[in-house]
């Protein structure tokens, strides 16, 4: 039999000294290429000891997986599978091939990525899902199995739901008496449904009422229905609604977050929580939340894969939820997951998922952040930093990151380090993007408010290699590495300005204002804002380069679609509006350009948003160019009411925001001074 493609080319057996009675030659090869010569004996017991025997090798032995792999052993096995398969014979023989050809794909595929993709490209997933519908009940269980090991990965082909076929197919499983089919069909689903349609399209053919009945069923089959019920549930009100109406499965799932299988009361928890996360008003209830932040607790210290997931799950749970992270604070959870970060071996993946939940848990409440630091195992994130997996060292910058949010501890200087510093912007280095945008995340927050000075920063080269990535290809880098840039010169002196805007130049600036991406606007004009903030010689940033900057944000105030870019820029133009006459009048010919050099008046847009936050900086402007002290104020007073920006504030008087009405208020006090008697605060 020859291979399709790549590997051993299996026909030089069929010419050669049969394997019964192998030669001297064959005694010479090497073990793992004489496995894979009996593969292709036409003596069928060789064939199925030699499959038997591969299987045993490779059953949780990644270097032997590698090894065979190297050898194209998976293609051959999936053309032992496809050329028993086709003979539609159901004798003994060719059923016990094809039951051991699926099992070593199986295992080939389990939990080892490069194995899927070779069994992907070897052309056995076709034929696995055929044998389905073998008569024989050993190959249909043995080729369920190794399809349940294809899809725990990524990497397994999602299913079409929205072909009537496939989901006559899916229930098909569903309702097949054999458990590894029944699981089966629960992990295609939650492999494959990524979308509210193919939500509402499993609902409504009564894919989740069987999902529900299967929970009676054995541990394997309710362990996959949660999986797949959470899937189907997630951020879908209408599906949860539905469910959560009396006796269609809620009261099932509660109870089994008490069941006796820790994987059970692990995933039953996931399901409460998505159910929690999407529709609150279906489990308001505070005890609920509770019983879930003490078992998923309690599931930290399994020693299984359960643990290792509790901690994502966890997440989840106290994510943006302040009320969460309080009864969590109660329950000692910070406790709980510091005691795992001091283990002396730890899984990656658990580590991982341990740093997550402490970025939760600090994200918000300074509280929080107090008993972390109590604990004083800030040295162990740390050394995460420097960990072989990405994920760790990602994990582990978001948790610094979350940490950092303390303005107490950052003002006091007690993360102004070598042990951090340092390891952080090396970081910025990493071969991994993930970990280089992590890390920018959490030097953002790290040099925004603090006394002691940044020259540690500064001579490990984090302000170089931040101006360095402003110019990267990739957009989540330059955003970020412009937010670290703006929080680093934040209330700074004028010194310390001129030395980052040094770097990174006017030039370079005015074209990141006027980037083709919305967040990198944003936080280019955010830089701008903060740099012409605080002394009069700041504000002479803008005018550098004959005013390259002050004329890009002028001329993408006038396109930007976004509030945020809006209201970043229009900070700018306030500050720089603070100044002298001449920055006034500067700020004045980009609010009122010249007839036709514009299609509108963006500050009568902005002053009309329905975003107060951007009516509230246009306001700042406005107050800024009109205030009585200046002597210019009533020529531009006049301008204003002529281009109609002084009769849309008056019209702003009783705006929702209070805020607003507070500088609506000013801005008319300020008019009045002008004998602009309609002017009434």
């Known amino acids: 039999m020859e291979r399709s493609s790549g590997g051993w080319n299996l026909a030089i057996i069929a010419t050669g000294v049969s394997t019964a009675m192998p030669s001297a030659t064959s005694n010479q090869r090497p073990p793992t290429v004489d496995l894979l010569h009996r593969l292709g004996s036409s003596d069928s017991e060789v064939k199925l000891k030699a499959l038997r025997e591969m299987k045993n090798q490779i059953i949780g032995n990644r270097t032997k997986k590698l090894s065979y792999l190297k050898l194209g052993a998976v293609a051959t096995v999936a053309n032992i599978l496809s050329s028993c398969s086709s003979k539609g014979s159901d004798s003994n023989s060719n059923s016990n091939i094809l039951v051991q050809s699926a099992a070593v794909i199986g295992s080939f595929a389990c ?94 053919a009564g894919v989740l009422k069987k999902l529900i009945s299967l929970l009676q069923g054995s541990i394997n089959l309710r362990d996959a229905s949660l999986e797949a019920m959470a899937v189907i549930f997630e951020n879908n009100h209408e599906v949860i609604d539905r469910f959560c109406e009396p006796d269609k499965g809620l009261s099932c799932v509660i109870e089994l977050a008490r069941d006796r299988n820790p994987r059970t009361r692990l995933l039953s928890c996931m399901c409460l929580i998505v159910i929690r996360n999407t529709s609150p008003s279906h489990l308001n209830d505070v005890g609920i939340t509770k019983k879930l932040v003490y078992i998923l607790l309690e599931l930290l210290d399994d020693a299984s894969q359960v643990g290792d997931e509790t901690s994502f799950v966890f997440s989840t749970l106290i994510s943006k939820k302040e009320d969460a992270q309080n009864l969590a604070l109660e329950a000692n959870a910070i406790e709980k997951l510091a005691s795992q970060l001091e283990q002396v071996t730890i899984f990656p993946k658990r580590l991982q998922g341990i740093l997550l939940g402490l970025a939760e848990m600090c994200s918000a409440l300074e509280s929080c952040r107090s008993r972390f630091e109590s604990l004083q195992v800030l040295n162990l994130v740390a050394d995460a930093l420097n960990h072989d997996s990405a994920d760790v060292r990602t994990a582990a910058c978001f948790c610094l990151r979350s940490v950092f949010r303390s303005r107490k501890n950052l003002s006091a200087g007690h993360y102004m380090t070598e042990m951090i510093v340092n390891p952080l912007v090396q970081l910025l280095q990493d071969p991994s993007s993930c970990v280089q945008v992590a890390a920018l995340s959490a030097i953002s927050n790290l040099v925004v408010d603090f006394t002691t000075g940044k020259s540690i920063f500064i001579q490990a080269g984090g302000v170089s290699q931040l101006v360095l990535f402003s110019s990267s290809m990739d957009p989540a880098l330059r955003s970020n590495s412009l937010r670290a840039l703006r929080n680093c010169i934040f209330s700074e002196d004028i010194k310390f300005k001129q030395k980052v805007f040094k770097e990174l130049s006017a030039s370079l600036l005015a074209t990141l204002i006027c980037d083709p991406e919305p967040l990198v606007q944003e936080q280019a004009f955010a830089f701008v804002r903060n740099l012409v903030d605080g002394c009069m010689d700041s504000i002479e940033f803008v005018f550098a380069e004959d005013s390259v900057i002050l004329n890009a944000v002028g001329k993408q105030l006038q396109s930007t679609l976004k509030d945020e870019v809006g209201i970043q820029g229009m900070y700018v133009l306030s500050n720089v509006a603070s100044g002298s006459e001449i920055h006034k009048e500067a700020i004045m010919h980009h609010l009122l350009p010249l007839a036709g050099s514009y299609r509108h008046n963006f500050t009568i847009k902005f002053l009309q948003s329905n975003d107060s936050r951007l009516r509230t900086a246009a306001l700042w402007a406005i107050m800024n160019l009109t205030s009585p002290s200046c002597p210019g104020a009533y020529g531009r007073f006049v301008k204003l009411r002529s281009a109609g920006i002084v009769s849309q504030i008056k019209n702003m008087g009783n705006d929702s925001c209070l805020d607003v009405k507070l500088r609506v208020r000013t801005a008319l006090g300020q008019f009045m001074t002008f004998g602009d008697c309609s002017a009434t605060a």
């Open 111 to 204: 939990g080892f990525d490069d194995g899927v993709q070779a069994v992907l490209d070897a052309g056995a997933f076709p034929n696995l899902f055929r044998l389905l519908s073998y008569p024989n009940e050993k190959v249909v269980d043995a080729s369920a199995r190794s399809l349940r090991m294809i899809y725990q990965s990524k990497l397994a082909p999602k299913y079409d739901l929205f072909q009537e076929k496939n989901m006559d197919f899916i229930m098909f499983l569903l309702n097949s008496e054999n458990e590894n089919v029944g699981v089966l069909g629960a992990s295609v689903i939650t492999h494959s449904c990524n979308t509210s349609e193919e939500q509402k399209l499993l609902y409504d």
